[in-house]
């Protein structure tokens, strides 16, 4: 979703205002994942716990998905998941 929406705003295709819903229902999707205590989880709390302290960004959205700091936080997500033996997959398919 958070891929999509970026790409969506930058070829015109979703407004401002759908871009700033679609992040604040990825910010919200990340409250709500169920975790246990291990390296996945405390990724995906990081994440969280990230969201819960962010500077909405200057168009309004909740957080910038664009920001290093987020990009780490995902990418170490992933990295935690590869650890645990289960691969992350995201299929990014913008446009038609």
Do not use: R
């Not at 999509?4 to 409250?31: C, Q, R, S």
């Not at 700091?69 to 992350?88: F, N, P, R, T, Y």
Request: proline share 3%; aromatic share 6%.
């Amino acid at each position: 979703m958070e891929l999509n929406a970026v790409d969506g705003l930058t070829h015109g295709a979703v407004t401002p205002a759908e871009y700033a819903e679609t992040i604040d229902n990825v910010k919200d999707g990340y409250h709500h994942v169920l975790v246990d205590d291990g390296d996945v989880g405390k990724a995906v709390t990081a994440a969280s716990d990230y969201l819960k302290s962010a500077e909405p960004a200057a168009d309004g959205e909740s957080y910038d998905p664009k920001t290093g700091d987020w990009m780490k936080l995902v990418s170490a997500i992933g990295q935690a998941c590869l650890a645990a033996g289960s691969d992350l997959t995201a299929l990014h398919d913008f446009g038609g």
